[in-house]
């Protein structure tokens, strides 16, 4: 249970924390690829070719660096944040589009709670007598022919 808590506030926490984790990250994979270039040119290769064969055997560093991002963080609400700060910035850049669409939301949303709100008052919750379902409107009109 503690270990599964300090994982979710480890995710957390990376989302702050992204450029440090990724120049780690990028040492870790220089420091794979330096040891394995050390190795093939003990083996007797070239520093070139063995720099190109340590880079292939250790496989895509980009696919890699990926993968590290995704694991450590929660790429759901690292995704909401960038489309977050997306709207944010165009918003920025057209105020008057961005006061419109507030507007017409504000109006929606407070219409909408209006009308649902008496709906639910008059339609929805029962009369508040007893036996509500009874109860009857006698009228009498009169008319003219």
């Known amino acids: 249970m503690t270990f599964r808590i ?12 992204k450029r440090k984790l990724d120049d780690d990250f990028n040492e870790e994979i220089a ?4 040891m394995a270039t050390e190795e093939n040119i003990r083996a007797g290769m070239g520093p070139q070719e063995a720099r190109r064969q340590a880079v292939i055997r250790f496989g895509g560093i980009e696919a890699a660096r990926e993968l590290h991002r995704d694991a450590r963080g929660l790429p759901l609400i690292e995704k909401i944040m960038l489309d977050a700060r997306y709207a944010f910035r165009i918003f920025r850049k057209n105020p008057g589009f961005s006061l419109a669409v507030v507007i017409t939301l504000a109006l929606c949303i407070g219409a909408n709670t209006a009308i649902f709100s008496m709906l639910d008052a008059l339609i929805f919750k029962p009369l508040p007598f007893h ?3 009874r109860i009857f409107v006698i009228y009498k009109s009169f008319y003219r022919i």
């Not at 300090?6 to 924390?17: V, Y």
């Not at 420091?31 to 330096?34: G, L």
């Open 6 to 17: 300090r994982e979710l506030f480890g995710c957390i926490f990376s989302i702050f924390r």
């Open 31 to 34: 420091s794979h690829i330096d």
């Open 131 to 133: 036996e509500s379902d």
